[in-house]
């Protein structure tokens, strides 16, 4: 059990990164159909403003605050929650994998998951990529891509569809594995896009780097703006600390 800070209607665990880590090694040796989700400013304020989101949100093992509006509403309740990026918490899930990690790498456009599967194989040992599937597949394809993903016994699922359709999918198949949804991080593995610098994602600026280097991000400001809005206006007891929630 881990305590945890309401943000929004969202709960975050205020557990230091190693345990979550190690929850996360615990969930991959359940060989149940487990689920960590990342969500940001934009998330939650999309769940906020839908139930059956916030609620397939709420059926995850695990959220990692990853935005640093996250942090500062956080902080608004008097309470330090360190922003945890999903991209950093999967490599770190490789780097400290207790054994060889069976990984399937979902979406990204076609030949960036053969990419990404070369990067990583290439920094993490313990990292088996088991299959790559690009993200472009019709809706109707669903179900047989699942059922190959389920054939290869992953430990280890990266979703990367772009919120909320990766959520979505991952609560819709539940395969039994450990599955995390990972946005671009698939473009980043096979060096199509540059992460920030670290000065950068220090100071809470990744948003921003993004934003400059792919204008379309821009029609997400409005949500960051809502999200603002609602961390800033509303009454703190619309936000809590929990002593007794999440069951790793
Ligand atoms: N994507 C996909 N299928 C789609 C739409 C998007 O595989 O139908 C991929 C897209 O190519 C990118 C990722 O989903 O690799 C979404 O990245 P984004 O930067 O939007 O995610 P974020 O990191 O902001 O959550």
Known sequence: MFDTV???SLDFPLTPRRELLLTAHRLIGSKRAARIYT???EMAYR???DPAFSALLHRADLLL????GISM???RQGVSLSRVSGIDFAEALLRTAPRPYRVFLLGAKPGIGAAAARELSRRYARAEIVGVQDGYFPCERSHTVAA???GMRPDLLFVCLGSPRQEQWIDTHAIPCLAMGLGGSLDVWAGEVK???AVMQRAGLEWLWRTARDPRRLARLPALAGFAWRALTEKVEDFSVNCEKTEP
Not at 65 to 68: L, Q, R
């Open 195 to 197: 992460r920030a610098p």
């Open 73 to 75: 509403a956080a902080a």
């Open 39 to 41: 969500p940001n400013a």
């Open 148 to 150: 190959a993903i389920a």
């Open 65 to 68: 605050p990853d935005g640093v």
């Open 6 to 8: 309401r943000i929004l």
């Open 47 to 49: 769940a906020a403003r």
